[in-house]
C-alpha cells in the first residue's frame, strides 16, 4: 500500500437464527496529513532522561519506570537523536566526576585509610551508577555506539572520564597510591589490613587504564627498597638457616600477594625484585657464613631449601662450587691427619654416607653436583700418596676376617660394596693391590677368612672394576689353596707315605705358587724331629708327583695345634709355627734364658723376641718371664707357667708377629714402586715402538694419559733415561727433546 491509495475489505454476519445478515464492506482512508513529532520533544524526553540521571548521581529514587524511560532513549534514537542524546549524557556524566573528584581534593581527611575508603566508596558509586545508566541507555550503547567505532560505550566512556579528572588532580592520585604502599608495607610488617580496600583500589588502576604508571611503577621501587633493607638487616641478624627460611616465607607471601590484588603482568618483576634483593644479593655471603655450617651439622632440610632458592636465581654454580670446596676440606683434613689413620676409611664412609644423602635428598639427584662430588672425592684422597689405598685394603681385611663382627651376610656385602665405593676413588690402585694380595693370603693360610663366598664376591666385583689382569694374582691364590687341599687328601690316602710318618701327628701343607702370592722372607728354625721327617715324607711325594719343581718352606706362615699338660688341667693351644717351637723346648726343662732359646730354636733373634713376647707378656701367659716387663731383655729367664689356667679348651694365643710392622708396610710400597716401574717401562716401549719419533713434552702426556697410577714427571724422566742407558731409545742429533725408538 503506498501514498493515499485505500484498502477496502468485505465481511458478512449472520443472525441468531442463522439467516445471513446483510454484507457490510470496511473502508481505510488514507490520512489528511502526515503526523509530526511535538516541537519541544527532544527537550522534554530529555529533561526526563536527564532528571533520571541526577536521581542515580545523586542516589535517589527514579520517578519514572526503567521501561518508560528505555522507551524514551529508543524513540529519541528513532528518531535521529543519538548523537545529541549521547553528547548530553556524557556532558552530565562529566560535571559530576569532576564535582566528586574536586571533593575528594578538597578533602581534610586524617589518615591514608580513611581517604582510601572515601576514594574506594566514590569509585565503587561512580561504577555502579554508570551501570544503572547504561541499563537506562541499553539502546543507546547497542545501536549508536556500535553503529560508530570512534563512539565509546556508555561505561567506557565513564572510564575515560573518571582518567581524565584524576589525571587533573595529581595529588588525589598521589595520596591514593601513597595510602595503597603504606597499607601493602604495613601487611609486610605483620599487620592486618584490609585486603579488600586494596584489591578494589588497585582495580581501579587496572580498570582506568593507569595500573602499570600510576601504580605498578612506585610499587615495583617500593618493594625494591623494603627487601633490601631487609635483606640486609636479617643477613645481620639471622643465621643463614632462618635466613632462607624467612626468604622462602616472603617469596610465598608476595606470589600470594600478586594472587589477590595485583595484575598479571606484575608477578615477574615482583618475584624477581625479591629474589635480586633477598637472594642473588647476599648468596655469596650466604655460602660463605654458613654452607659449612649446614653441611656439618646434617641439616638436610635446610640444604633442600637453599638449592631450590639457588635454582631460582641461576645460582647452582656457586652452590656445586662450595659443595665441591667443603668436601675437598672436610676429607683433605681427615685424610692429612696420620693420627686418624686407623679410623679413616670408616670416617670416610661416614662422610660419603652423609654427601649422598644430601645429594639425593636435598639436591635433587642433580648431575653436575654427583659430578662435583666424585671429583672432590678423587682430589683429596689421592693427595696422601699409597695411604688411603692401603688403609682401605686393611678395612676390607677387617671385615672379611673370621670373627671380626657378627655380620649377616647381607649386611658384609652391602659393607664391602662401601668400600669398593671408595676403592674407585683412589688413583693407587696397585697399591690397593698389594695390600690387598697379602692381607688375603694371611686370611687364606691361616683359615682366618669370614666366607669363602664373600672373598670370592669381592674378588668378582674388584674384576668387574678393574679387569681380569688386576685379579689374576688373587685368583691364583684360590686355585691353589684349592689344589692343595686335593694334593694334601692324596698324601694322606697313600699307602706309602703313611708307613714313614710318626703316629700323633697330623700336618696340612699349602703349596703356593710363588708368582701368586706375595714374597715373604725365609726365616730359619730348627723344628722338632717329627715335623722334619714329615716334611721330608711330603717333599718327596710332591716331587715324585711333579718333578721339575722346587719347594721352599716357608716357616713364619706355619701354625699349629698343639696339647699342653699343665698342673689343673689339659689344654690346646692355637699357635704360630715359631710358638710352637719355642713352647716344645720347655717339653725337658722348666726354665731357659733368651741365649738357650735362641741356640735350641735357630730362630732370628728379632723373631724370637716377639714370639717369647706373646708367649710370657700378653693376656695369655703359658710363660713366665723373670723379670717381669712389657719388653724381652738379654739376661731374661723364662719357665714354664705349671699353674696356667683358662675357661676354655682350645686357647688362640695371637703372636706379635702377625701385626703389621713398618718394615713390612715399606717393603709392600717398595714392590708397588717396582712394579710400576716395569709398568712405566713398558708404556714407554709401547709408545715409541707405535710412534717410531716423539718429542718429550708429547711423550710425557701420553704417558700420563695410559698409567693408571699417580706419577711425577722427573720419576717419568728417570725411567725415559734408563732406556736410554740400555739402548731402547735415543736422542735425535738434531734435537735433544726429541727420543727415536731403535728397533
Not at 731409545?729 to 727415536?740: F, H, I, S
Amino acid at each position: 500500500m503506498k501514498g493515499q491509495s485505500a484498502v477496502k475489505g468485505v465481511y458478512s454476519t449472520s443472525t441468531k437464527n442463522g439467516s445471513a445478515a446483510p454484507v457490510r464492506k470496511l473502508v481505510i482512508k488514507p490520512l489528511k496529513s502526515k503526523p509530526k513529532l511535538p516541537a519541544d520533544f527532544e527537550s522534554t524526553t530529555w529533561a526526563k532522561l536527564n532528571e533520571a540521571v541526577l536521581a542515580v548521581h545523586g542516589k535517589k529514587g527514579v520517578s519514572l519506570s526503567l521501561e518508560e524511560l528505555y522507551r524514551a532513549v529508543e524513540d529519541m534514537c528513532l528518531h535521529k537523536m543519538a548523537d545529541r542524546l549521547y553528547s548530553n549524557l556524557q556532558k552530565v556524566c562529566d560535571a559530576h566526576i569532576a564535582s566528586q573528584l574536586q571533593q575528594l581534593a578538597r578533602s581534610q581527611t586524617s589518615g591514608s585509610v580513611l581517604f582510601l575508603e572515601q576514594m574506594n566508596e566514590s569509585w565503587q558509586d561512580h561504577c555502579s551508577q554508570m551501570l544503572t545508566i547504561r541499563s537506562i541507555f541499553l539502546y543507546l550503547d547497542r545501536t549508536y555506539v556500535i553503529s560508530d567505532s570512534a563512539v565509546r560505550s556508555i561505561f567506557d566512556m565513564g572510564l575515560r572520564l573518571f582518567r581524565v579528572h584524576l589525571a587533573t588532580h595529581p595529588k588525589v592520585e598521589d595520596k591514593i597510591v601513597a595510602g595503597l604502599l603504606a597499607l601493602i608495607e604495613a601487611e609486610r610488617n605483620g599487620e592486618t589490613v584490609d585486603k579488600a580496600l586494596l584489591k578494589h583500589l588497585v582495580r581501579m588502576f587496572t580498570s582506568l587504564g593507569t595500573y602499570a604508571g600510576s601504580f605498578e611503577e612506585p610499587f615495583l621501587a617500593k618493594t625494591t627498597q623494603y627487601y633490601r633493607q631487609e635483606g640486609q638487616q636479617y643477613m645481620q641478624e639471622s643465621d643463614v638457616a632462618e635466613y632462607l627460611l624467612h626468604s622462602e616465607k616472603r617469596l610465598s607471601v608476595e606470589y600470594e600477594r600478586w594472587q589477590q590484588y595485583l595484575d598479571t603482568p606484575t608477578r615477574k618483576p615482583l618475584i624477581s625484585i625479591v629474589e635480586q634483593q633477598l637472594l642473588a644479593a647476599h648468596m655469596p655471603s650466604i655460602l660463605e657464613k654458613g654452607f659449612d655450617d649446614l653441611m656439618t651439622q646434617k641439616r638436610v632440610t635446610d640444604l633442600a631449601r637453599l638449592y631450590v632458592l639457588c635454582a631460582r636465581i641461576q645460582a647452582l654454580e656457586p652452590l656445586k662450587a662450595a659443595f665441591r670446596d667443603y668436601i675437598g676440606r672436610t676429607g683433605l683434613a681427615l685424610v692429612l691427619d696420620e693420627e686418624k689413620d686407623k679410623d679413616m676409611v670408616s670416617a670416610l664412609l661416614e662422610i660419603k654416607v652423609q654427601l649422598d644423602t644430601v645429594l639425593t635428598q636435598a639436591f635433587q639427584k642433580n648431575e653436575q653436583f654427583s659430578n662435583a662430588l666424585k671429583e672432590a672425592f678423587e682430589k683429596f684422597i689421592n693427595q696422601r700418596q699409597n695411604k688411603p689405598a692401603e688403609l682401605i685394603a686393611k678395612y676390607v681385611d677387617v671385615e672379611l676376617r673370621a670373627g671380626s663382627k657378627g655380620q649377616t651376610d647381607e649386611e658384609l656385602e652391602t659393607t664391602l660394596d662401601k668400600a669398593l665405593m671408595l676403592f674407585r676413588y683412589i688413583s693407587g690402585k696397585d697399591v690397593f693391590e698389594a695390600f690387598y694380595k697379602k692381607d688375603l693370603a694371611k686370611r687364606l693360610l691361616l683359615g682366618r677368612s669370614a666366607s669363602t663366598d664373600a672373598e670370592k664376591n669381592m674378588i668378582t666385583k674388584l674384576k668387574t672394576e678393574c679387569g681380569s689382569q688386576f685379579t689374576n694374582k688373587l685368583e691364583g691364590m684360590f686355585k691353589d689353596v684349592d689344589l692343595s687341599r686335593d694334593i694334601m687328601m692324596s698324601f694322606k690316602t697313600s699307602g706309602s707315605v703313611k708307613s714313614r710318618l710318626s703316629p700323633g701327628i697330623d700336618m696340612n701343607v699349602n703349596v703356593l705358587t710363588s708368582g701368586y702370592w706375595p714374597s715373604y722372607p725365609h726365616l730359619e728354625a730348627k723344628l722338632p724331629d717329627e715335623l722334619t721327617r714329615y716334611q721330608t715324607v711330603f717333599k718327596d711325594f710332591y716331587l715324585s708327583k711333579h718333578s721339575g719343581r722346587r719347594l721352599v718352606w716357608h716357616n713364619s706362615l706355619g701354625s699349629c695345634v698343639m696339647r699342653a699338660h699343665f698342673t689343673k688341667a689339659v689344654k690346646e693351644l692355637s699357635v704360630s709355627l715359631f710358638q710352637a717351637v719355642v713352647l716344645m723346648l720347655f717339653n725337658d726343662v722348666d726354665s731357659l734364658s733368651l741365649a738357650d732359646m735362641r741356640d735350641a730354636s735357630g730362630i732370628e733373634d728379632k723373631e724370637l723376641r716377639r714370639t717369647l713376647q706373646s708367649l710370657a707378656c700378653g693376656k695369655i701367659r703359658v710363660l713366665n718371664k723373670e723379670p717381669k716387663g712389657r719388653e724381652v731383655d738379654d739376661s731374661d729367664v723364662f719357665h714354664y707357667n705349671s699353674g696356667f689356667t683358662h675357661q676354655l679348651f682350645r686357647i688362640k694365643i695371637n703372636s706379635i708377629q702377625l701385626k703389621e710392622t713398618v718394615e713390612e708396610n715399606k717393603k709392600t710400597n717398595d714392590q708397588v714402586l717396582q712394579d710400576r716401574q716395569y709398568q712405566i717401562d713398558a708404556a714407554i716401549v709401547r709408545i715409541m715402538k707405535t710412534r717410531k719419533s716423539l718429542s718429550h713434552k708429547l711423550l710425557v702426556q701420553e704417558l700420563l694419559i695410559q698409567l693408571k697410577f699417580p706419577i711425577r714427571a722427573q720419576d717419568l724422566k728417570k725411567r725415559i733415561e734408563s732406556l736410554i742407558d740400555r739402548e731402547y731409545l735415543e736422542r735425535d742429533e738434531q734435537n735433544p727433546q726429541v727420543y727415536n725408538y731403535l728397533a
